[in-house]
């Protein structure tokens, strides 16, 4: 028999909570056209994460792998999302990463191209700022980075690596691109997630009304 290096049968409980989660994004429409990866970590040296290029809105339980922290496929011979790199990054530096959710929504999309510019979009004053874990009042400003795409997850992991050694963040965009966002469980991921997209969807509605701030 084939003896896999981790909890089968937590495997599985993952895929059901990833396929669950993404059926209810995609229906947001956040994740067209194959678009977007998401993955939750199984233990100190594996997470279990989409295959690159499934539609993520009619996930399976097949259609979730497992790789190690070095983003080679275990016991699979899948492909794992393109954009591994990224998400095996952030297990590898915070042991409390537990959930990892990269979406396509229009807004994310939009606004990464309307900020690239500046680097960065601020979002300030909102009471829906303490979604974010540690924050406590509205009194406060989150700054969101925005980095340039590339299709070489080396440089755009190394641009993540030199942001959060400035500081915690809990999500970048990407430009053109869309958004990464994490935290310590699925929930806590969907949380943040789901609040940068509301924010990001008053600051493009904010513009559209009053013109550039
Ligand atoms: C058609 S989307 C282009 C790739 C991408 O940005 C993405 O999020 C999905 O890639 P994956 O390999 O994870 O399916
Ligand atoms: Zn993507």
Same mark, same amino acid.
């Given at each position: 028999?084939?003896q ?10 993952? &895929? $059901?909570?990833?396929i ?5 994004l ?6 067209? &056209?194959?678009?977007s990866?998401f993955?939750?970590?199984l233990?100190?040296?594996?997470a ?12 399976? =339980?097949? !259609? ?5 922290? !070095? ?16 998400h ?7 042991? !409390? ?6 979406? +396509? ?8 191209r ?5 680097? +960065?979009?601020?979002?300030e ?5 303490? &979604?974010?874990?540690?924050?406590e ?10 980095? =340039?795409?590339?299709? +070489? ?5 190394a641009?993540? $690596? ?12 990407? !430009? ?8 310590r $469980?699925m929930?806590? /991921?969907?949380?943040?997630l $789901? /609040? ?18």
């Amino acid at each position: 028999m084939n003896q896999v290096p981790y909890d089968g049968g937590r495997l599985a409980a993952l &895929a $059901d909570e990833i396929i669950g989660n993404v059926r209810e994004l995609a229906r947001l429409g956040w994740t067209p &056209a194959t678009s977007s990866n998401f993955s939750s970590r199984l233990d100190e040296r594996h997470a279990a994460i989409t295959v690159s290029g499934r539609d993520k809105g009619r996930l399976v =339980p097949g !259609d979730i792998m497992v790789v190690d922290f !070095d983003g080679k496929a275990v016991g699979s011979d899948h492909r794992p999302s393109a954009e591994t790199l990224l998400h095996t990054q952030l297990y590898r530096r915070f042991e !409390d990463v537990g959930c990892i959710l990269h979406t +396509h929504s229009h807004n994310q999309t939009v606004a990464s191209r309307l900020f690239s510019g500046a680097g +960065h979009i601020r979002l300030e004053g909102y009471e829906l700022l303490k &979604a974010f874990r540690g924050n406590e009042t509205h009194e406060t400003a989150v700054d969101v980075p925005v980095l =340039p795409n590339s299709q +070489h997850m080396p440089t755009l992991a190394a641009q993540v $690596d030199a942001l959060l050694d400035k500081g915690p963040m809990w999500g970048y965009l990407i !430009d053109g691109h869309g958004l990464y966002a994490w935290g310590r $469980d699925m929930a806590e /991921a969907r949380r943040h997630l $789901d /609040a940068f997209e509301f924010l990001l969807g008053c600051e493009l509605e904010l513009r559209r009304l009053t013109g550039p701030r």
